[in-house]
């Protein structure tokens, strides 16, 4: 086999990426580019890699760069502006928010897409998903603030955009699950 020939086998190119980007980060945890810290950084990735290997996770979907760009964009929105809401909540002169736990159905086919909602909702401060039921594709949520239905349907506003910017940016459409209307908040 030649070289292009094992460098184009996907999983071959991404094992060297890996590779590379271990020794990389072993060597900037070290401080410094030299060869020992190179071959050092080499050896773990390569027991990293090759001794204890992840399972393969299926995915499927497609990639869409400017939805991406755009799911960024409003996370980093979102994420400052419940940072600004927990600060209020801790120096305001009232007392604490009423907080709850909401139940949240999500249309995601991808497991991998459903581990990204969970890790986005759990970046947002005030929010922390407790438990996810991936047969049903429901996530419960522990919300800071659930103290009037406006807030509880800001939350349901907010989880609903981010569900729509991580379906289109890494989903087909035509897999999408369609939901019944009673099956939503």
């Keep these: 086999m030649n070289t292009l ?7 071959n190119a991404l094992r060297i990426g890996v590779l ?3 020794t990389a980060v072993w060597v900037a945890l070290w401080g410094g580019l030299s060869p020992a810290n190179l071959i050092g950084g ?3 990735a390569l027991i990293v890699v090759f001794a204890l290997p992840l399972p393969l996770v299926p995915v499927t979907g497609r990639f869409h760069p400017l939805s991406f760009l755009e799911l960024i964009v409003v996370s980093v929105y979102y994420a400052l502006e419940s940072s600004l809401q927990v600060a209020w909540f801790a120096i ?7 907080s709850g736990v909401l139940r949240v159905h999500l249309g995601i086919q991808s497991d991998l897409v459903l581990v990204m909602a969970t890790d ?3 970046l947002i401060p005030g929010t922390m998903v407790l438990e996810v039921d991936r047969a049903r594709c429901v996530v419960y949520v522990h919300v800071l603030d659930v103290g009037s239905e406006k807030s509880v349907l800001k939350f349901y506003s907010t989880t609903r955009r981010l569900e729509h910017l991580l379906i289109n940016a890494f989903e087909r ?3 999408r699950r369609r939901l019944d ?5």
């Design 92 to 98: 305001r002169p009232a007392g604490p928010p009423v």
């Design 120 to 122: 986005l909702l759990n």
């Design 20 to 22: 590379a980007w271990l």
């Design 173 to 175: 459409p035509s897999e």
């Design 181 to 185: 209307p009673e099956e939503r908040p």
């Design 42 to 44: 080499l050896v773990v």
């Design 5 to 11: 020939g094992f460098l184009a086998n996907r999983d």
